[in-house]
């Protein structure tokens, strides 16, 4: 397990964007990839984005398509999810996940060894 600590998550208005961070805590790895999850009330994880080790592979849940994107710098051991034109269907609490080995993306649940606590986005009307 890879300490990850999210950031980012809060209450905000339909059309809002937020950015939320994902940061390795303490362990300097490489070739790693990295993606974000989400959780809404009484519904089951699942995948938003993914990132490949060097950021040169992309891929985004057909749902936030042209509205989330993802990145990461690792020089910062930290990922990012840019979100714009927030809906209320994004309400939900996001993850954050490492696969320690791996230069692609992942989109499987099953793909990653750690994950993060968790940061609740609410979108209101």
């Known amino acids: 397990q890879v300490p990850l600590v999210e950031s980012g998550g809060g209450l905000v208005q339909i059309g809002d964007s937020l950015r939320l961070s994902c940061a390795i805590s303490?362990?300097?790895?490489?070739?790693?990839?990295m993606g974000w999850f989400r959780q809404a009330p009484g519904k089951e994880r699942e995948f938003v984005a993914a990132?490949?080790?060097?950021?040169?592979?992309?891929n985004v849940t057909d749902s936030v398509k042209g509205r989330f994107t993802i990145s990461r710098d690792n020089t910062k051991k930290t990922m990012y999810l840019q979100m714009n034109n927030l809906k209320a269907s994004d309400t939900a609490v996001y993850f954050c996940?490492?696969?320690?080995?791996?230069?692609?993306?992942?989109?499987?649940?099953?793909?990653?060894?750690?994950w993060g606590q968790g940061t609740r986005v609410t979108v209101s009307s």
């Open positions: 990132i490949s080790w060097t950021g040169g592979f992309t």
């Open positions: 303490g362990r300097t790895l490489s070739n790693y990839a």
């Open positions: 996940a490492l696969r320690t080995s791996g230069t692609y993306y992942y989109t499987s649940i099953r793909d990653y060894d750690s």
